[in-house]
């Protein structure tokens, strides 16, 4: 068979907005609009990491920023090196990981209100780490594995009560605001119990904050991450089968369930590790993944626009939190829930009337 025949055939079972690429023996689908946005968020990204690191107390001009980073002498290396790229690296990979996370628990609920901070994930990463710092258990540089395992019990309640037989998605993100609202009153409760100082510093942590972070948060989350890059490919991939309802499913011998309680770990855990290295940076997992279906027009959610998105919004929000009113440096997550906030109740507005075009179904 001729290469040019089998690419006709190809073409021929190709979805629309797909191209074909190969390489060798091996080929596969790119969706065009999804690619280009994701190489124009690249750009964006790139821009904003170069403002991110020139702009502060001390202006640094570009080429001086572009000689600290290459390792070539600069008199800024301190600056850039020691003071802003850690704290840009951390925001990148907390972005990322907060859209990611969002991107896969949206995907398993079937509804874009299925947030990791609007379910409770995040309540209850912030639930047990305030709990181990008010009550001293262990240091500083072990309270994110209470973060990771606070968003896993949260997670695993909000999945117990939401089970019937299957995952219906409106239960599943009624019971997970249940879940957030009454873990948000034991972190309250935490910090009224806690001295002052604790009390100060779990409000900062709870807010969702880059200040004074650095390698020593970043390092670990970077492995972390760097470890769960094949199981995101997975994801990736595992999406289109968590898109097919029951009947379609069980017709096909998709295991669906299996899949869905894949992704749900995967994006729970994303998340949890996220708020254990920054606090709970509200509403970026909420907008990234809707910001990148809107963005590309595809049918589940892009994972890697939604992961640049993130990352974006995070070093974005950072910025003018640094800048505003310096040399007071505000949590990122103040900024993150000023554009979060409207966008949420926006969204239910929109929820709301589609329900009523449709006699109650969405």
């Not at 047990?128 to 710092?133: C, E, P, R, S, Y």
Request: proline letters at 5%; charged letters at 10%; hydrophobic letters at 55%.
């Amino acid at each position: 068979m001729t290469t040019s025949l089998i690419e006709s055939q190809a073409a021929a079972v190709r979805p629309d907005g797909y191209a074909l690429v190969r390489r060798g023996r091996a080929s596969f689908l790119v969706h065009r609009r999804a690619a280009v946005a994701s190489c124009v968020l690249a750009v964006l990204t790139a821009a904003v990491c170069l403002a991110y690191l020139c702009l502060g107390e001390k202006f640094v001009a570009p080429g001086e920023v572009l000689n600290a980073l290459s390792g070539q002498p600069s008199t800024a290396d301190f600056v850039v090196g020691e003071l802003r790229l850690p704290r840009l690296v951390l925001g990148l990979m907390v972005g990322a990981a907060f859209g990611v996370g969002g991107a896969l628990i949206q995907t398993v609920a079937r509804n874009p209100l299925a947030s990791p901070d609007i379910i409770g994930v995040s309540q209850g990463a912030s639930a047990l780490t305030i709990g181990a710092l008010t009550f001293g258990v262990g240091s500083f540089s072990v309270l994110p594995y209470f973060s990771v395992a606070g968003g896993m019990i949260a997670a695993a309640l909000v999945y117990f009560f939401a089970w019937r037989g299957g995952l219906h998605a409106a239960r599943f993100v009624l019971i997970g605001i249940g879940v957030a609202i009454a873990l948000r009153s034991v972190v309250h409760l935490f910090i009224t119990k806690g001295d002052y100082l604790v009390a100060h510093q779990a409000q900062v942590w709870i807010t969702g904050s880059l200040n004074g972070r650095g390698w020593d948060e970043a390092a670990p989350l970077g492995w972390t991450l760097l470890a769960l890059a094949p199981c995101v490919v997975w994801a990736a991939r595992a999406q289109r089968n968590a898109a097919f309802d029951d009947d379609t499913a069980t017709a096909l011998g998709v295991p669906l369930q299996r899949t869905r309680f894949g992704l749900a770990l995967l994006g729970v855990f994303l998340a949890s590790v996220a708020t254990g290295a920054a606090g709970p940076v509200d509403f970026v997992a909420l907008l990234a993944p809707q910001i990148a279906r809107r963005l590309t027009r595809t049918a589940q959610i892009p994972l890697l626009c939604s992961a640049l998105l993130g990352a974006l919004i995070v070093v974005a929000a950072d910025l003018p939190a640094r800048l505003l009113f310096a040399p007071v440096e505000l949590p990122v997550g103040v900024l993150t829930a000023a554009v979060g906030a409207p966008y949420l109740i926006w969204l239910i507005v929109k929820d709301r009337s589609v329900r009523g075009r449709t006699g109650g179904i969405a």
